[in-house]
């Protein structure tokens, strides 16, 4: 092995310890005894340098880096380093908005933890290994389980950190497991090495895949395995919910679609892909209906990730290489929509003091505009009204599973027909909200506030992507292949 190869490979990441150990040692000495926004100040921006130098090294490695290092520990292609390059961007994104808000007296542990995540988000995009996803899956939740209980200004925060720890606990346990059954069945750790033969699909390997949906669809917010998520949502500080609900879904639904790999080739991989449409029907119902009534906004954005988690599905159970790219390009474009809508809520709303309703939104176009019409185009994407690219990512997800055939008793057909009628019931919540702050005359508790250049000009750069990537779509679908 060339040490000097990987390190190279690993720069990114070093780069990312590197910021990390700086804020931590900068907060600790020099910004001890001066004010917290400060001690924010120098701790976010230190994470933001680190984040960019990592961005921007992996922009380089990608189409000059192409190996594989340690039996398929770390695979880095074209695709895994464009997504890690797109998490390190929404990452860089995040940080402007949890510098603004003062939400734990432990500056610069925010921001390592913010920085670790990020690390585990794209160990994740590049493991092609057993043994590196589970560490870097892990890597990436005990982090999001601290950033979820440290808005100590809320009890309900460390509440819901014990929950999300206590249902990641056991979903971790059904994780191993899968990835232990399935080791077994194959003698392999590489997905690339994985292979299945025979008439059947032996049982316990189907077992093994039922323990691996469990765990992954605990990280996805899946349904049945979505109790979490709400409260999480709601109670975590606004910034780490946007990180949740966007970096997090990235991360695994490329862990998912490495884990499918090995049944494209498997002759009755249909046992298992009904598994996944079993999760696909619960997540689209009960993300969709549960939407319908709730008037907390960050709780409704809840519910809205897990619908739109069984929209990836509906791709994903293809397994077909179009599956897994539109499965990807959507994981993406509802990411930065997610994140866009999430750092809207976040600038409008955490100078209420308390959780903020979709009615506190009423005429805040009056004070607000250019936050509402970011609003306006963040949730027309979740949406998929065109031509943004929320559409264009509904549209490949469809398209994958109606080109795939009648397969597995036609249940791609039904699927997709499903999938189309939770997409219209979510066009009725987006709209609700949107007719709160655009329509309604009567004036809500946003009064106007300065949002700061940085913050500022994160949702400027979201909005960009969300419209140029719908309008544009190839390039990136061409990168991810």
Not at 6 to 11: F, G, N, S
Not at 32 to 49: C, F, I, Q
Not at 371 to 382: D, G, N, Q
């Amino acid at each position: 092995m060339e040490y000097g190869a990987l390190i190279y490979a690993l720069l990114p990441e070093l780069l990312l310890v590197v910021a990390m150990f700086a804020a931590l040692g900068v907060d600790y000495t020099q910004m001890r005894d001066r004010p917290l926004a400060a001690r924010y100040w120098v701790a976010g921006w230190l994470a933001a340098l680190g984040l960019l130098a990592g961005l921007v090294v992996t922009v380089m490695q990608v189409g000059n880096l192409t190996a594989s290092y340690g039996e398929g520990q770390l695979v880095f292609t074209q695709g895994t380093l464009v997504i890690k390059a797109l998490l390190y961007f929404m990452g860089l994104c995040v940080i402007p908005l949890a510098v603004r808000h003062t939400v734990t007296p432990q500056a610069s542990e925010y921001f390592a933890l913010l920085l670790l995540s990020t690390a585990g988000m794209g160990l994740v995009a590049t493991s092609g290994n057993l043994l590196s996803a589970f560490v870097s899956l892990e890597l990436l939740s005990l982090s999001l389980y601290g950033l979820t209980a440290l808005h100590q200004m809320r009890p309900s925060s460390a509440e819901a950190g014990l929950k999300y720890l206590t249902f990641g606990g056991v979903a971790t346990g059904f994780l191993l497991f899968g990835i232990s059954y399935l080791y077994g069945m194959t003698g392999q750790l590489e997905f690339a090495k994985m292979t299945f033969t025979g008439n059947s699909m032996p049982m316990l390997v189907v077992v093994a895949y039922l323990c691996i949906f469990v765990g992954l669809g605990f990280k996805l917010a899946v349904a049945p395995f979505h109790l979490w998520a709400p409260d999480v949502y709601q109670a975590a500080p606004t910034p780490a919910a946007a990180w949740i609900a966007s970096g997090s879904k990235v991360a695994g639904v490329a862990l998912l679609i490495g884990m499918l790999s090995p049944l494209k080739d498997a002759a009755l991989a249909a046992d298992i892909a009904w598994l996944l449409i079993a999760l696909a029907v619960f997540s689209i119902v009960a993300g969709n209906l549960g939407a319908l009534r709730q008037s907390n906004l960050k709780r409704l954005l809840a519910y809205s990730a897990i619908a739109n988690a069984g929209y990836i599905l509906v791709a994903a159970l293809v397994l077909t290489d179009t599956g897994a790219r539109a499965a990807l390009y959507y994981a993406v474009v509802y990411a930065l929509s997610a994140l866009g809508a999430f750092a809207v809520v976040a600038l409008l709303s955490d100078r209420l003091g308390r959780e903020a309703e979709i009615d506190d939104f009423r005429g805040s176009w009056k004070t607000m505009p250019g936050l509402s019409a970011a609003f306006l185009l963040f949730v027309l994407s979740l949406a998929g009204i065109p031509p943004l690219a929320g559409f264009v990512g509904k549209f490949y997800l469809f398209f994958a599973a109606i080109e795939a055939g009648p397969e597995f008793m036609g249940a791609k057909y039904w699927l997709v027909a499903l999938a189309l009628a939770g997409s219209v019931v979510g066009l009725y919540y987006y709209l609700k909200i949107l007719k709160a702050m655009l329509v309604n005359e009567e004036d809500g508790e946003m009064d106007a506030a300065p949002i700061g250049t940085a913050a500022g000009l994160a949702v400027v750069v979201l909005v960009a992507a969300v419209v140029i990537v719908g309008l544009l779509p190839e390039p990136l679908m061409k990168l991810l292949s």
